[in-house]
T-cell receptor, first 116, second 109 residues
Framework: GAVVSQHPSWVICKSGTSVKIECRSL??????MFWYRQFPKQSLMLMAT?????????EQGVEKDKFLINHASLTLSTLTVTSAHPEDSSFYIC????????????FGPGTRLTVT | GQNIDQPTEMTATEGAIVQINCTYQ??????LFWYQQHAGEAPTFLSY??LDGLEEKGRFSSFLSRSKGYSYLLLKELQMKDSASYLC??????????WGAGTKLIIKP
């Protein structure tokens, strides 16, 4: 089956620093990748959608200058949280979708970010 | 606006059957997904329905009625490991996934 990896699985950083999270599709080409954020006991919140080689489309209320997304290849997308603050602490999950009929999204294992 | 409703929490007994309902109002419809999410983990795919009717896959079945904007996930022979959140998501006319808030299922022995 389609496998998506995420790195790191957890990270602790100091307030004001930047953190980069990688999302890779291991055995398929991901034409579209999605970045979600999930706070404890809440549902997934879509942050942005990115297609390979083009700029990401951000959801309303998500600061594109704070959450930098790069989808440079069909197998790799990165999310950089710039100048992180404690309120950015959350579970960040990426998913990938290949071209096809089902539009199923394959999820990475998630990255737990803690900003101190 | 787009809206997906599912119960916040349900409780069931090990070995029993539980049905989790999902109703939706979206701009267009290109299919409905059910995902399972254990605490602290990413969602995993359970089912995809695009046509009306029941899709059975082992202990799990998913039903769709497009005219009613309604789906359910049926879990049989419940096991303790089925304790998780179950997310309903609809693919709208722009092929964007619209997510429900999820149903937390608690299984008791």
């Amino acid at each position: 089956g389609a496998v998506v990896s995420q790195h790191p699985s957890w990270v602790i950083c100091k307030s004001g620093t930047s953190v980069k999270i990688e999302c890779r599709s291991l055995d398929f080409q991901a034409t579209t990748m999605f970045w979600y954020r999930q706070f404890p006991k809440q549902s997934l919140m879509l942050m942005a959608t990115s297609n390979e080689g083009s700029k990401a489309t951000y959801e309303q209320g998500v600061e594109k200058d704070k959450f930098l997304i790069n989808h440079a290849s069909l197998t790799l997308s990165t999310l950089t949280v710039t100048s992180a603050h404690p309120e950015d602490s959350s579970f960040y999950i990426c998913s990938a979708r290949s071209s096809g009929d089902s539009y199923e999204q394959y999820f990475g294992p998630g990255t737990r970010l803690t900003v101190t | 606006g787009q809206n997906i409703d599912q119960p916040t929490e349900m409780t069931a007994t090990e070995g029993a059957i539980v049905q989790i309902n999902c109703t939706y109002q979206t701009s267009g419809f290109n299919g409905l997904f059910w995902y399972q999410q254990h605490a602290g983990e990413a969602p995993t795919f359970l089912s995809y329905n695009v046509l009306d009717g029941l899709e059975e896959k082992g202990r799990f079945s998913s039903f769709l009625s497009r005219s009613k904007g309604y789906s359910y996930l049926l879990l049989k022979e419940l096991q303790m490991k089925d304790s998780a959140s179950y997310l309903c998501a609809v693919l709208d006319s722009n092929y964007q996934l619209i997510w429900g808030a999820g149903t937390k299922l608690i299984i008791k022995p």
